[in-house]
């Protein structure tokens, strides 16, 4: 069973700096494209950036420039690396994944079958 946990979230000041976790239980598939999202209260899920089995990745407009997404197959965990955080990054982070979505709808939540509980991520100014 396929079982998705994040970790690495908390409260930091405005300009610092976090890295999340998204580690896998298991992957029966020979593929996959995995992603991050937020969604702050009130809000609709927003894309973060995904990277594929080929090391592609692409990132959301706000995050640019800011968030590196990474991957460690061998220890099945996928990385979220959130530099120069600022107050509206704040959001319960979810990690997703699917064994095939694609490219046009990598950016659309409903297209991954897995998804985390999250991890909440509060920058204070």
């Known amino acids: 069973q396929v079982q998705l946990v994040e970790s690495g979230g908390g409260s930091v000041q405005s300009g610092g700096s976090l890295k999340l976790s998204c580690t896998v239980s298991e992957w029966p598939y020979n593929t996959y494209v995995m992603g991050w999202y937020r969604q702050a209260p009130g809000q609709e899920r927003e894309r973060v950036a995904y990277i594929d089995a080929g090391g592609s990745t692409a990132y959301g407009d706000s995050v640019k420039g800011r968030f590196t997404i990474s991957q460690d197959n061998a220890k099945k965990t996928l990385y979220l690396q959130m530099n120069q955080l600022k107050a509206e990054d704040t959001a319960m982070y979810y990690c997703?994944?699917?064994?095939?979505?694609?490219?046009?709808?990598?950016?659309?939540?409903?297209?991954?079958?897995?998804w985390g509980q999250g991890t909440q991520v509060t920058v204070t100014s």
């Open positions: 997703a994944a699917d064994p095939l979505v694609p490219t046009p709808r990598r950016f659309d939540p409903p297209a991954y079958q897995y």
